[in-house]
């Protein structure tokens, strides 16, 4: 069974670039992630989706980070205009139905340096 | 006080001791609890549940106390290949909204 994957594995940019980066969960999760990892620091939730709906955005810097899932399968999340502090690796995952018990499958991160 | 707070290490042991890590969280209401394990630049992935009634997986073992608030990790015999980062997870803590907090990790590093 084919893995969350995720692209592109590296970007560097410099501050005031725009950058997006692209999850396909595994076939069948209904339930999508996306969370931050800064260097030292455990991952850290900015947005869940069930299907193409937002469950849960309450962490995501709305003012510059965006993040979409129109046909509830593939899903981009969008920095513009990125900061310094945007680096870190963005990590997608995915999960069957988004019950508490859920296991939840990590893709292999994107990794954005801001310079 | 930190929703998921744990010793951030390193623990550097020799091959074939035992480690025990603890983890405490803030939110009474999580309903459930993981230890997931993270290799150098590597995404993380689930170790194993945490059960009230403590739960082993080979060398693994894992427990939790509600009333405390407590998470444990305990590894025996510990081999090279332990070598990771250990977060500790708790869910369950947002009305509907089933995502997962992570502690900081903590750094295992096992020595020939």
């Known amino acids: 069974e084919a893995g969350v994957a995720q692209s592109p594995r590296y970007k560097i940019i410099e501050k005031r670039q725009s950058v997006a980066f692209w999850c396909n969960p595994i076939?069948?999760?209904?339930?999508l992630y996306w969370y931050q990892q800064i260097l030292g620091q455990g991952p850290k939730l900015l947005i869940q989706?069930?299907?193409?709906?937002?469950?849960?955005d309450s962490q995501l810097p709305k003012d510059r980070f965006s993040a979409e899932r129109l046909k509830g399968v593939d899903s981009t999340l969008k920095i513009q205009p990125a900061k310094l502090e945007d680096s870190a690796v963005y990590l997608c995952?995915?999960?069957?139905?988004?019950?508490?018990?859920?296991?939840?499958?990590f893709g292999p991160g994107t990794r954005l340096t801001v310079l | 006080r930190k929703e998921v707070e744990q010793d951030p290490g390193p623990f550097n042991v020799p091959e074939g001791a035992t480690v025990a890590f603890n983890c405490t969280y803030s939110?009474?209401?999580?309903?459930?609890f993981f230890w997931y394990r993270q290799d150098c630049r590597k995404e993380p992935k689930l170790l194993m549940s945490?059960?009230?009634s403590g739960n082993e997986d080979g060398r693994f073992t894992a427990q939790l106390n509600r009333a405390s608030q407590y998470i444990s990790l305990l590894i025996r015999d510990s081999k090279l290949s332990d070598s990771a980062t250990y977060l500790c997870?708790?869910?369950?803590?947002?009305?509907?909204?089933?995502?997962?907090?992570f502690g900081k990790g903590t750094k295992l590093s096992v020595i020939p």
């Open positions: 995952a995915s999960s069957l139905g988004g019950i508490y018990t859920d296991t939840q499958y």
């Open positions: 997870v708790v869910s369950g803590s947002g009305a509907g909204s089933y995502q997962l907090t």
């Open positions: 076939s069948g999760h209904a339930t």
């Open positions: 945490v059960y009230s």
């Open positions: 989706f069930q299907n193409n709906g937002v469950v849960d």
């Open positions: 939110n009474s209401a999580s309903q459930s």
